[in-house]
């Protein structure tokens, strides 16, 4: 830890200035001792169920995740956090989403509800 210089409580503070630093948005969990991780996990576990994934398997730095604590607000240009709705639908926009079988079966109950409008022959 830096030449030995440092304790425990310094890096962890440093890490942690560093982290809003990548997350401004969250400076109020991460204040209150809550790590990224432990305030992403329903993120994850979100991406986990709609992607068919296990949840070790999402990786916060990639962008596509990043995407949940980059929603900018209209109004003040200011990085939010999606709100669980919006980080399931962006989810469900994902080429990843498509190749799902909670795809395939939304795909195909569509298909069969639009033949049904359509007067589909039995």
């Known amino acids: 830890m830096m030449k030995g210089t ?3 409580a310094t890096f962890k503070s440093y890490l942690i200035e560093q982290a809003k630093s990548l997350y401004p948005m969250l400076t109020a969990p991460l204040d ?7 305030y992403a996990e329903p993120y994850v576990q979100d991406a986990a169920s709609l992607w068919e994934l296990p949840p070790d398997a999402i ?3 990639d962008p596509k995740f990043l995407a949940a604590f980059g929603k900018v607000d209209g109004k003040t240009g200011e990085r939010q956090v999606m709100s669980r709705g919006e980080w399931a639908d962006y989810l469900r926009s994902r080429p990843e989403y498509a190749k799902t079988k909670q795809a395939t079966a939304a795909g195909a109950g ?5 033949a049904r409008t359509f007067g589909k022959a039995s």
């Open 6 to 8: 440092a304790n425990e």
């Open 32 to 38: 209150a001792g809550i790590s990224v991780r432990q």
């Open 59 to 61: 990786n916060l730095n």
């Open 110 to 114: 569509l298909a069969e509800e639009i």
